[in-house]
Each structure stands twice: as structure tokens, then as C-alpha cells.
């Protein structure tokens, strides 16, 4: 079969990108797949980021730049070249409606010359920080599109609030195998100059909704109850920094809450995984994230925020722990961690629960569509 793919790609950096670079490689095992990347994908005005590229990300995957974000020129031109192409299926990934202006042209164009499927693979559908016309922009993208996959009911209910009869697969988020092996953890440490015994990682882009302040007015309470330890929040910072830092300062927890506002590279990203003993998302909106299948590639345990779908894809007290968004509990739950870590084998029971999210599962949700 062949097929298009349509959306970020190296250089591009992210969990988009690592997505997409990932389905990519996985569907190419028994098909031909072409990938039409962006030329730009965020105007600098529009991107709070110091950069949008990860230079250290190599890809010798077959991608074409064509799309520019902001301009209908160039999505004329990459409706041209997928009718040339003539795939069986064109395939979107969905994360915020920035983005259906030019999909939504793309595939609608494509569709006025040839028949063709289209599927929408969803991260969210009402996004976190949403505006009065994102549902407007939603809907004209989607009323072009024929199938969809979701990896979490939250997004699932979504979907359906806003088109009762979509034909959809719900399907997990698979895990990411493309940071590599886990390392020495005493190694990973040491490079990441962490003396503690005891390491809590925060990981990712930090925005609002990610309640990286819960974390930090948890830590303030941990410091009461638990011993050695560190929390390391690191992550490019869409936002003013200050009130983070400053928060930090006027709780006095400098010493145990090391917070670094930077881009982690693809090759730098098992080292901080590697080092963490447990991963926390204090999220306090979500539908999923990507995080999740990263600490489970690593065999890490996660405390998730019952937001979204967060939830979904943890078994308490086996692969970690679900709780309120609520800085105490999220304090009490890492406790609970290092309390029951020589009870629990929480590293076996991730490694069973792996299962459940191979990416060979979710090319045979892909596959079934392309057959109908």
C-alpha cells in the first residue's frame, strides 16, 4: 500500500515530531511511505520557544518540506503532490486547531481530483488552552477526514461531542522505542551531577496546565517527610519563567528542587529517564501526553493527575500511582512510592504492561482502515 503521512517530522522537534518519525518507521516495514513535512511550521511570533529544530535528531526517512503554516500557496502545492503520488491513504496526526486551516485545504483539495481515504490520528481535540473558534476550526478539518484513531476516551468523548457518528478505532498510545536503552543509573547521575539517593523527575515543555507549581508546592512538603532526595524539573519554558523560580525562593527548597529551563535533545533524553527513580505529570488539565509511553520505554514508574486520560494508562499501585491534582496528594504519593519500592516491583510489572502498547498493534489499527 502506499501512503502519505502528513505533519511534523525531523528537524522539527518534540513529541510530535518523535511520533510521527516513529509511525513512520514502523508502517514502512510493509509499505511505501512518503512524509510531507513542513517547510514552517509556527511563525517565530507564534513560537515562545528559543528554538523550534533539535539539530542532534537525524532522520534518512523519505520527507518532503512543502507546508508552510501560514500560507495557502504552499498547501496547493502539497495537495499537488500527494494527488501525484496517488496513495491508498493520507494519513493526519491532530493536536490543535492552528493546524485545520491548512489540513483541512490539503485534504480538501486532494479529495476534489481523487479518491482517497483519510485518517486522523487524534492527540486532542479540544485543546488545553482553547479559544471561542478552535470547535469551528476542528470541524471544518474533520468534516473532510473518513476515520480516526483515538488513544484515550477522554479524547474519545471529544470526538464524539462533536461528530455523533465518526467512525473511529480507539487504540493506545504506543510506547516510544526511539531514545534508546536505559543506562546506569549511579552513571546517569553522576553525568547529570545529582548526588542524592532519591530522584523525581518532571520532564517536557512547561507550560500552565502542566502544574509544574503543584509540583513544587509538593516538594515544599516533602521536604517535611522524606530524606536525600531531589526533584528535577527540566523542559523549555512557553511562559515567563520568574514565578517558578520564584516560588522555589520563597519556599527555601533551592537545595532539593533543581529547576532547568532547556530543551532536552533526542539524544540526550535517556539520561534523564535513566537517572529518575519515578516520573510525575501534575498536570491539571490533560486528554494524554506523551510522557506516559516514554517513562514505560524506560520502565519508570509515573504519578499522573486523574485529568483527561491521564489516568488510563496507569494500574495503581503497579505501574504507579493516580491522584487529584492536588500538591499534597501528589507529595503523599511519592512518598507512598519509596515506602512500597522494595514491595512492589514496579519495574516488572511495567515490563508486562509494555505489552499492551506496541507499536505493532497500533500499524494493525492503521492496516484496518486502509483495508475497509
Known sequence: MKIVIVGTFPPFRGGISNFYQTLYENLSYGHDVTAINFSLQYPSMLFPGKSQFDNNQKSDLNIERIINSINPISWHKAAKR????????????????????????????????????????????????????????TKYFFKYIDYFIVMSRSVENDLLSLFPNAKYIYTPHPLYDIFGKSIN???????????????????????????LDLLIQAANVLKQKLTDFKVLAIGDCYENPEPYSNMIDEHKINDIFDLRFEFVPHNKV???????????????????????????????????????????????????????????????????????????????????????????????????????
Open 82 to 137: 500527494i494527488i501525484e503520488l496517488k496513495p491508498d491513504i493520507v494519513i493526519f496526526k491532530y493536536w490543535m486547531p492552528f493546524f485545520a486551516p491548512s489540513f483541512g485545504s490539503i485534504i480538501r483539495l486532494i479529495k476534489k481530483k481523487i479518491n482517497i481515504k483519510s485518517l486522523v490520528i487524534c492527540d486532542n481535540i479540544i485543546p488545553h488552552e482553547s479559544r471561542f473558534f478552535d470547535n469551528r476550526l
Open 185 to 211: 543509573k549511579e552513571e546517569s547521575r553522576s553525568h547529570l551531577k545529582i548526588n542524592e539517593s532519591k530522584l523525581i523527575l518532571f520532564f517536557g515543555l512547561i507550560r500552565p496546565y502542566k502544574g
Open 270 to 372: 535517556s539520561l534523564y529517564f535513566s537517572a529518575a527513580d519515578i516520573i510525575v505529570l501534575p498536570y491539571k488539565s490533560a486528554t494524554q501526553s506523551g510522557i506516559v509511553p516514554v517513562a514505560y520505554h524506560f520502565n519508570k514508574p509515573v504519578i499522573v493527575t486523574n485529568v483527561g486520560g491521564l489516568g488510563e494508562i496507569v494500574q495503581e499501585g503497579k505501574t504507579g500511582y493516580v491522584v487529584n491534582p492536588d500538591s499534597v496528594e501528589i507529595a503523599n504519593s511519592i512518598i507512598k512510592y519509596y515506602t512500597n519500592s522494595d514491595k512492589i516491583n514496579f519495574k516488572e510489572n511495567i515490563k508486562v504492561y509494555n505489552k499492551t502498547f506496541s507499536w505493532d498493534k497500533f500499524v494493525e489499527a492503521i492496516q484496518s482502515i486502509i483495508v475497509k
